[in-house]
């Protein structure tokens, strides 16, 4: 049963660009969900990404993709906003310099603005606890603990219309991701996932998201369409 947008449950989705978020989108798309997507221009190294989001969002037929503008490069404290730390290109111990200080928390605060503006009751997030860089904030604990605040903190929540932070990628592998993507029909050729990507969003094949999402695609058995410099 065909059903229109007005019918639909709304579900606000973080779009990175990447593999997760994109395979992300394509479950609450087929869980039935009007999806509306966010982006953040937040003073990342590269915009591969927020072009690959924005093809993303238009291939898998959202019904809105918004990029909202954020300067966490004036903070610094990453090598993913501050150029003058290198992308590391070899494994090393506890969190590494690629962590963004405090980035999921803020990403998530704004979609959980929107939400309320939409009157979505469900925002979707691409984190995942298994092949992960060791972030704090892809953990369980982090999610539930936002879904709590996001309760307290809106108008929506106190009122008894309260929201879901849903994380289905979880506890799922990065071939299990991928497998469950190419089910869905996501177009990972679109996708960018990278670090340090080039301008035409061509992947370094070194930074530890590319040896992920690599091995990933190897385990699954699946042709990966990564384009490499």
């Known amino acids: 049963m065909n059903h229109t947008i007005e019918q639909q449950k709304k579900a606000v989705i973080l779009l990175s660009g990447g593999l997760d978020s994109a395979t992300v989108v394509a479950m609450a798309k087929d869980q039935g969900y009007a999806c509306y997507t966010m982006s953040f221009d937040?003073?990342?190294?590269?915009?591969a990404e927020l072009n690959?989001?924005?093809?993303?969002?238009?291939d898998l037929g959202?019904?809105?993709?918004?990029?909202i503008g954020l300067n966490l490069d004036g903070m610094g404290?990453?090598?993913?906003?501050?150029?003058?730390?290198?992308?590391?290109?070899?494994?090393?111990?506890g969190i590494p310099v690629t962590y963004v200080p405090a980035r999921n928390t803020v990403f998530l605060s704004l979609a959980l603005g929107w939400a309320e503006v939409l009157e979505a009751r469900d925002i979707f997030i691409g984190v995942n606890a298994v092949d992960y860089s060791g972030y704090p904030d892809c953990r369980p604990e982090f999610i539930e603990a936002f879904e709590r605040l996001a309760n307290l903190a809106t108008k929506a929540?106190?009122?008894?219309?309260?929201?879901?932070?849903?994380?289905?990628?979880?506890?799922?592998?990065?071939?299990?991701?991928?497998?469950a993507g190419v089910e869905l029909g996501v177009d990972y050729g679109l996708t960018v996932s990278c670090y340090q990507a080039n301008d035409e969003g061509q992947a370094c094949g070194k930074c530890d998201s590319c040896r992920l999402r690599a091995e990933g695609f190897t385990a699954a058995g699946v042709s990966d369409p990564t384009r490499y410099f």
């Open 42 to 47: 937040y003073g990342q190294r590269h915009r």
């Open 52 to 58: 690959a989001a924005a093809r993303v969002a238009r």
């Open 157 to 179: 929540g106190v009122e008894g219309n309260g929201f879901t932070i849903q994380a289905p990628l979880q506890n799922m592998s990065k071939a299990e991701i991928v497998k």
């Open 77 to 93: 404290g990453s090598a993913l906003t501050d150029t003058s730390i290198d992308v590391p290109e070899t494994l090393g111990e």
């Open 62 to 67: 959202v019904v809105q993709h918004k990029v």
